[in-house]
């Protein structure tokens, strides 16, 4: 079945420094989504991306989907504090309406 | 946006309760709701998608007779896990999503954390 693999599990970075977590599907995606789970909270939707290719910031965060549709990844520049959490990539499942998730990255930012 | 609600936040019980978990979604219509399970730092694990009007689908191995799901409206599902013993606690996540945007993300509810003494 469709699998979504994320690395790397975890990092650990110190304030100011910058993060990248990479997703991997083994099907081609019609889309891939991002997504940010606080501790203890739920996960919020931060962006999707459809096209092949395609590159989209959100302030400091910087989102690529690869050619293939296959690959993704979500760069964050000069972290802060605020950033602590996990990060989901997910993908729709094929032929279905619901979503298979990547394992996440859990960042921790030290002050 | 698109809100959805779930509720409650946390529950501790006894082994053998039975308990219920609403998630409603506020300004949308959602024929498809979908749970989730989560272990501490784990990822989500799909667990069903609950159909209006219809039954549930479940995924392989979760046990349909423990984790009984009820879509009666358009914007209402509840999952009940039924005679919970420890090994039920976890963190439960509801979703859903606008179907008549394929823009629209899922959009989960805030999880609810359950506790089994």
């Known amino acids: 079945g469709q699998q979504v693999m994320q690395i790397p599990q975890y990092q650990h970075v110190q304030e100011g420094e910058d993060f990248t977590t990479y997703c991997n599907s083994s099907t081609t995606l019609s889309n891939i989504q991002w997504y940010k789970q606080r501790p203890g909270g739920h996960p919020v939707f931060l962006i999707q991306l459809v096209k092949s290719g395609e590159v989209k910031k959100q302030k400091r965060l910087t989102f690529q989907f690869g050619e293939a549709k296959k690959n993704s990844s979500l760069h964050i520049t000069a972290t802060q504090t605020t950033d602590v959490g996990t990060y989901f990539c997910?993908?729709?499942?094929?032929?279905?309406?619901?979503?298979?998730f990547g394992k996440g990255t859990m960042l921790l930012v030290s002050p | 946006g698109a809100v959805v609600s779930q509720h409650p936040s946390w529950v501790i019980c006894k082994s053998g309760t039975s308990v219920k978990i609403e998630c409603r979604s506020l300004d949308f219509q959602a024929t498809t709701m979908f749970w989730y399970r989560q272990f501490p730092k784990q990822s989500l694990m799909l667990m069903a998608t609950?159909?209006?009007?219809?039954?549930?689908?479940?995924e392989q191995g979760v046990e349909k007779d423990k984790f009984l799901i009820n879509h009666a409206s358009l914007t209402l599902s509840t999952l009940t896990v039924t005679s919970a013993h420890p090994e039920d606690s976890s963190f439960y996540i509801c979703?859903?999503?606008?179907?008549?945007?394929?823009?629209?993300?899922?959009?989960f509810g805030d999880g609810t954390r359950l506790s089994i003494l």
């Open positions: 609950s159909n209006e009007g219809s039954k549930a689908t479940y």
């Open positions: 979703s859903a999503r606008d179907l008549t945007d394929n823009n629209q993300p899922q959009h």
């Open positions: 997910a993908g729709p499942k094929s032929g279905y309406s619901t979503l298979t």
